[in-house]
């Protein structure tokens, strides 16, 4: 019988105490969900903040873009005005140039008739000193011919007389400078003699 009661108080012992250890762990196991909470909340408005740091980021990202296409247009615009302005003065380097060869083509065909002109004026005057086979055209060019004869004669004449005066001329010059040997030798020989 001792040992039944003892047995009793023991249970009815030990659910005191885990009562009393359920009374303290409640507190306990209450509080973390506060916790979890407090951290959901935190991580929610953590995500909500990167969201609309992303947000503006992305704001910022598209306004770039848009500048930086506001800027390639206004590029694209610019060099077509570059090209426009290119090909208007590539047109009027063609035209000068058309306009030049156009002159230089006028002064060519300018030049060849002035050649065809002379050419025509120079075979009338051989025509004109031919005369046509005339009696005193003939006589005058053989006139010519005789004086052009005569020219060449005489100079050949004058060259051999100039030639033979420098002959003459170097056969004195030696005769004499022989005399004077001669006489300066004779003359070296009696002071000798004297001396």
Same mark, same amino acid.
């Given at each position: 019988m001792q040992s039944q009661e003892e047995t009793r108080?023991?249970?009815?012992?030990?659910?005191?105490? %885990?009562?009393?250890?359920?009374?303290?762990?409640? =507190? %306990?196991?209450?509080? =973390? =969900?506060?916790?979890?909470?407090?951290?959901?909340?935190?991580?929610?408005?953590?995500?909500?903040?990167?969201? #609309?740091?992303?947000?503006?980021?992305?704001?910022? #990202?598209?306004?770039?873009?848009?500048?930086?296409?506001?800027?390639?247009?206004?590029?694209?615009?610019?060099?077509?005005?570059?090209?426009?302005?290119?090909?208007?003065?590539?047109?009027k380097a063609s035209k000068k140039k058309t306009s030049k060869k156009k002159s230089t083509k006028k002064k060519s065909s300018k030049k060849k008739a002035g050649k065809k002109k002379r050419g025509k004026k120079k075979g009338r005057k051989k025509k004109r000193m031919s005369g046509g086979g005339s009696a005193p055209m003939n006589r005058l060019l053989a006139a010519v011919d005789e004086l052009r004869a005569a020219v060449k004669d005489l100079a050949a004449t004058e060259v051999a007389h100039r030639r033979k005066t420098v002959d003459d001329f170097r056969e004195t010059a030696r005769s004499k400078i022989a005399d004077?040997?001669?006489?300066?030798?004779?003359?070296?020989?009696?002071l000798r003699r004297k001396g």
């Open positions: 108080i023991e249970q009815a012992a030990e659910e005191e105490g %885990s009562a009393a250890a359920m009374s303290t762990q409640d =507190p %306990s196991t209450e509080t =973390p =969900p506060a916790k979890k909470v407090s951290k959901k909340k935190s991580s929610k408005k953590k995500a909500s903040k990167k969201k #609309k740091a992303a947000k503006k980021k992305a704001s910022k #990202k598209k306004s770039g873009k848009k500048k930086a296409g506001k800027k390639k247009t206004s590029k694209k615009k610019t060099g077509k005005k570059k090209a426009s302005k290119k090909k208007a003065s590539k047109k004077l040997e001669t006489a300066a030798q004779s003359s070296l020989a009696r």
